[in-house]
């Protein structure tokens, strides 16, 4: 299996522009999340989906991030218009059924995509 | 707001002696835990886990042990080896699918 897959790895924009981030899940898992890292806060939970629904978005800053998963095998998360603040790496994740040797499902990461806006 | 936390930032050790990786967590409903290793421009990757109803959990070269009186978690790491350099993630599941991070410990193996 190729993991989780993210595009594009490294996003430069200027500010108000409208960026678009993609994930590509590990195939059969169920459940897809999107998390923002920066030095100052850490990892953090955006949003998650379930069997393509969004299940908790609470973790969304404000109006301007979006997430969609109009299908099992992809997910986007959109900001716009785009603020210096919003620069960070976006990590996509997914789990799935149990699998040998894990008491849970286990979240699988993506590479992530480093976001620059100026 | 609750959450889980690191005690240090930053861990040298020796090449070839154990390291010891702490996390103190806070919400008393937590009853899933993991450790992830994120190496240097990649994503998190999954270590070991455990739930709240075990005390010890363990892997290859990495034991998590759980103490729930005093909420608290470790990660060891047998051996530490240069590749182990890395920031290590403890991570919490209070009742929802979501995970709670810490802000990770940078592991630094001294040659």
Known sequence: DAGVIQSPRHEVTEMGQEVTLRCKPISGHDYLFWYRQTMMRGLELLIYFNNNVPIDDSGMPEDRFSAKMPNASFSTLKIQPSEPRDSAVYFCASSGPLASGRLLDTQYFGPGTRLTVL | ?111
């Open chain 2, 1 to 111: 707001g609750e959450s889980v936390g690191l005690h240090l930032p930053t861990l040298s050790v020796q090449e070839g002696d154990n390291s010891i990786i702490n996390c103190a967590y806070s919400n008393s409903a937590s009853d899933y835990f993991i450790w992830y290793k994120q190496e240097s421009g990649k994503g998190p990757q999954f270590i070991i886990d455990i739930r709240s109803n075990m005390d010890k959990r363990q892997g290859q070269r990495v034991t998590v042990l759980l103490n729930k009186t005093v909420k608290h978690l470790s990660l060891q790491i047998a051996a530490t080896q240069p590749g182990d350099s890395a920031v290590y993630f403890c991570a919490d599941r209070g009742g929802a699918d979501g995970l709670t991070f810490g802000k990770g410990t940078h592991l630094i193996i001294q040659p």
